[in-house]
Each structure stands twice: as structure tokens, then as C-alpha cells.
């Protein structure tokens, strides 16, 4: 059964089309649940009584649960408890421009990047809409705030749940819903192209981030097994279709691992690789995990790679390191509760 946030605006109108209702109901829906906070359809004054019924007896209304926080300064991450007892994590970053949100898209990941902590637990099973949303909804009523940007970069890979992560994008997006405007929502892929050139043909403002990783194929196969499927060529190629196609800038996530990925050589061949190309990379200090070998590249030699890039006429910033006290490395705070 369909969960009554599982549907988009859009979805409501084809519903209410389905059943002889008016168009314009799907707003009030919308209204209903985001704006009043009124989760029982049968207290919706405005609907026809047998339509009421209609929605209370086909949508589900349940709720996950905040079963774990850990805090510092900046930083929040949230453990939710889902119904099925799984567990996700997201995170709350406080920046200077306002609060952002960072959400896991599904239970565990199946794309086994080397580094990543999430990927060491299988995919057990997509996150629905609902379940999105609520992480954005619990956190706003935890902490009594608006929230101004999301980025889907928690655990999971969202281009592996398109269909649901849509939906969710549309709902946040919403400005009768939770109002946060698609260019303060990012979703952040490891490269899974076909997914990649339906997204573009979608006519939503969001920001696109591709984790890369690495500066060669060959680097990139050895850490991103999605490389083998989706070569690094064929992702460049993709890449320049994406930003032809919608004009917009993308971000190049770049996670630096100590020896592995971060020497001069792999500056130079970065370059190579996005010269003149409308990109700006991301060079992320690695969040060391104590399961997986990688060590975090020091921080002179991020400078260095840092300052080649730019030499080479590459926009480039280093992320802000955010909770490495709290175990804020996607999965992290999940493995310590299901050891
Ligand atoms: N599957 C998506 C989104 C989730 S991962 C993707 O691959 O983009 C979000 C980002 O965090 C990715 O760039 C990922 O490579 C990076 N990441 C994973 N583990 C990390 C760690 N321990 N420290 C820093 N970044 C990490």
C-alpha cells in the first residue's frame, strides 16, 4: 500500500483524475500534509466525505523514528529506526548561508566503493518516498527549524532508487510543501549513466554531483567497481551531454585518500580530464572508518593537489570538515548500532 507521502503533486492529480475528483484537490493534499501537519485524511474539511474515506482506507500513514543522535558544534546526525527495524542515518549541517540536510536513499548500498563505510552492508532493500521525507520532516521538528538545502548523499546510491527519489525531490521541492528550492538540493551519484540522461531531460533545477574519485580508469576500477559497468570515458562524455543539455554547472566530488588517489600525477591527469569543461571539483578530506585500510591524505599534500588543480585553471574547493568527532562518515553511526 502506497504511503499518503509517497506521492508528488503530480501524482495526486493522476490520482484524483483516477477517481473522478478534481485536479486541483492533489494542492489541498499537499496542504493538508506539509503545511497544516494534518496526517489523518478523515479530519480533511474541505474533501467530500466518501473521498476522505477513499484516501484514509488506501494510503498508509505510519511513521519512522529518531532512535539515536549524536552532536558538536556544527553538526547533528540522526539514527531513524524504519518499521521494518532497518536502520538509515542523516546528518544536519549548520552553515553561515543556513541548516542543510544530508539523507540516505537506501537501506545499505550495493555499489561496494573500496572507502565507503555504507557499502560494506548490502543493499537490503530501496528507501519509499515516504520514508525521505519524513528523515527531512523529523529533523525539522527535532530541532524547530527550517530547513534551507538537501543533499542526497547519506547512504545509498539515489540513482539506483530513481523512481522514489524523484518523488521525494518533487515533494521537498514543493513550495505549497516543504518549499526548498531545487537549486539547494543536490543528488550525488556514483556514475550510473543511463539514470544520469533521465535525469537531465527532467524539468527540475537540482545540482548534480559525481563522486569520480579517481584521475585514470584504471585507479577507478580498482575503488569504484561501477567503473567496470560505466567506464570513466563514457562518464566524461556523459558529463559534457548533461551540461549541454541543462546548462548548469556540475560538481565533481573527489574524496582524498592518502597515496591512493592524491599525487601530482593524478592532478595532472585530473586536469586533463575537465579542462574547459563547466565543473568545479570538491575535494573531500577522507573520513577515516576503522573497518576499511584508507588513511585521509594530510593536509599539505590536499594543498598540493589543490593548488595544481587550480593552476590548471580548475575551479576547486576542500569541503569543510564536518563531525569527524561524531562519526558522521556515512554508515558510521549505523554499524555501531547494528554491529
Ligand atoms: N552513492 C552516492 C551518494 C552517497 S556517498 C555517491 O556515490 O555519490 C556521498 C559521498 O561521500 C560520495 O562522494 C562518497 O564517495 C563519499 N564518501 C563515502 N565514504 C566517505 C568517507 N569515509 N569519507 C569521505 N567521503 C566519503
Redesign the pocket.
Known amino acids: 500500500m502506497k504511503h499518503l507521502m509517497d506521492l508528488s503533486k503530480d501524482s495526486w492529480t493522476s490520482y484524483f483524475e483516477s477517481i473522478g475528483e478534481k485536479k486541483f484537490k492533489a494542492t489541498q493534499v499537499i496542504e493538508w500534509l506539509y503545511d497544516k501537519k494534518e496526517y489523518n485524511p478523515l479530519n480533511w474539511t474541505n474533501f467530500k466525505n466518501e473521498t476522505r474515506e477513499l484516501i484514509n482506507n488506501n494510503f498508509s500513514k505510519s511513521f519512522i523514528k529518531i532512535v539515536r543522535k549524536e552532536e558538536d558544534d556544527l553538526t547533528k546526525k540522526y539514527l531513524f529506526e524504519l518499521e521494518d527495524n532497518n536502520h538509515v542515518e542523516a546528518v544536519l549541517m549548520e552553515h553561515d548561508y543556513g541548516l542543510s540536510v544530508c539523507v540516505s ?1 537506501q537501506v545499505g ?1 550495493n ?1 561496494s ?1 573500496s ?4 557499502g560494506r552492508l548490502k543493499k537490503v532493500r530501496n528507501l519509499s518516498t515516504f520514508e525521505m521525507v519524513e528523515e527531512i520532516l523529523l529533523i525539522e521538528d527535532d530541532i524547530k527549524r527550517r530547513i534551507s538545502s538537501v543533499v ?7 540513482l539506483d532508487n530513481y523512481d522514489n527519489v524523484i518523488e521525494f525531490i518533487k515533494i521537498i521541492n514543493d513550495d505549497k510543501g516543504i518549499a526548498i528550492g531545487a537549486r539547494h538540493i543536490t543528488l ?3 556514475g550510473i549513466i543511463p539514470k544520469i540522461k533521465e535525469l537531465m531531460n527532467l524539468p527540475l533545477q537540482i545540482n548534480l ?3 569520480l ?1 579517481a584521475s585514470n580508469n584504471e585507479l577507478r576500477s580498482k575503488i569504484m567497481p561501477i567503473n567496470k559497468v560505466y567506464s570513466l570515458s563514457q562518464l566524461m562524455l556523459t558529463l559534457d551531454e548533461y551540461i549541454e543539455h541543462t546548462n548548469r554547472r556540475v560538481t565533481i ?1 573527489y ?1 582524498m585518500l592518502n597515496n591512493v588517489n592524491d599525487n601530482e600525477e593524478n592532478a595532472k591527469e585530473l586536469i586533463k580530464l575537465l579542462h574547459g569543461k563547466n565543473v568545479y571539483v570538491n575535494l ?6 576503522s573497518h ?1 585500510i584508507y588513511k585521509k591524505s594530510p593536509k599539505d599534500r590536499i594543498m598540493k593537489f589543490y593548488d595544481t588543480l587550480k593552476k590548471g585553471g580548475i575551479n576547486v574547493t576542500i569541503r569543510k570538515e564536518f563531525g569527524s568527532k561524531i562519526s558522521a ?3 558510521q553511526l549505523r554499524s555501531k548500532e547494528v554491529k
Not at 572507502?115 to 555504507?118: G, I, L, N, P
Open positions: 536513499s548500498c555499489m566503493c572507502f565507503c563505510e555504507s542526497i548523499m547519506g547512504i545509498g546510491e539515489p550525488s551519484t556514483c554531483a559525481i563522486s574519485h566530488e574524496v573531500i578530506p577522507y573520513n577515516e572508518t576499511i562518515a556515512c554508515g
